[in-house]
């Protein structure tokens, strides 16, 4: 679980960073845990601490137990409640799964009509922003050489790099009792994502919020400002390799605009490459290609016209190659995707941003 609060210090015109690490686990009835080893693999090049999680992880319920279940025993659930009662804004980055997580673990089970967990998650927090989904929003829009990566650590990378050429913008410090993030990078350290977190929704709004102005014409912006300015992007979270490009939380999602996709499939005996994919297939350019399994890999194509150039023109080879198919292709691969959701579920993370004085002006 991680957290991390941005309060602002008006006499240094500068926020500053509270971040903090909890490991939650939940321990009531005969709960069971599920590991997949792809993710126990990531969590150990990380360095996460399986022993304090085992040991020491706080407790946490559901609203539906919350009722007949010892104070003791319901432990990160009141932090949960807290967050709903102050309905502050919550930042992510990417964080559809983290939002179904926190819905499901800290609330109540997922509501059987996708409509009606939008409208209930907006309830609980009526101020969601998804970074990833500003970052994609802006790169249209503004075409910003900053902006070339979202992935979190790419996208922190380049805007601290890069902070200079911006006038006035927001400086982020780390509070005297959370100087371990001073130096250094802790990328999927679940604190300092958190931070990053929150630097980066800065950082994008202050780019937005001087918009065609000059360099003369910029100006320090307070925060309430910022979250004006990204009024267009909150609210609408992003979703990687979906039908959709991001969920609205307040209306009709966008028009499915998914790319085009295909399966490529070699021989028995052999393992798929990328390498392997360009030497048979051709030039995938752009393409996203996501390996299934050592014998199959799934590629994203931006068009039909391309993902049709690429059957059409295809010579005979190890691979075999065709259009991907979501009810012959998709069940399967489910399984996998559920285990991976699973072992989230243990290590769950949520990222949370309060911004304190300025937000006040905001409500």
Known sequence: MLWCILSWQAILSRYVAHSFNFYVLPRHQDMRYSFQASNVDFLCTYKFDFNKLFYDGIPYVDSALNISTKTIEKGFSSVFNM?????????????????????????????????????????????????????????????????????????????????????????VCHAPDCKRYSSGTYFHEAAYDAFCVGTVFLRLAHLMAMKGLSSMEAYPVACHVYFQKLQPYTNKINVSRGPLNFVNLLGEDPVHSAPSLLI??????????????????????????????????????????????ILLNKKPSLIHVR?????????????????????????????????????????
């Open 83 to 171: 967050l709903v009662e102050l309905k502050k804004p919550l930042l992510g980055h990417n964080m559809f799964y983290d939002l179904l997580l926190m819905y499901e673990k800290f609330y109540e089970p997922l509501p059987v009509q996708y409509v009606d967990f939008k409208q209930q998650l907006h309830s609980l927090f009526p101020l969601i922003v998804d970074t990833k989904n500003v970052c994609l929003g802006l790169k249209k829009l503004l075409g910003s050489t900053l902006l070339e990566f979202s992935s979190l650590s790419e996208l922190y990378t380049a805007l601290i790099r890069n902070e200079g050429t911006l006038l006035h913008s927001p400086v």
């Open 264 to 309: 490529a499939k070699v021989q028995r005996g052999h393992t798929i490459t990328k390498r392997m994919l360009e030497e048979n297939v051709g030039d995938l350019g752009n393409a996203d290609v996501q390996m299934l399994n050592n014998g199959s890999a799934l590629i994203a194509l931006a068009s039909m016209k391309r993902a049709e150039s």
């Open 323 to 363: 259009k991907y198919s979501w009810v012959r292709d998709t069940l399967p691969n489910s399984k996998i995707l559920w285990l991976g959701v699973l072992m989230s579920a243990v290590a769950v993370g949520v990222t949370g941003l309060v911004v304190a004085n300025a937000l006040r002006k905001n409500q």
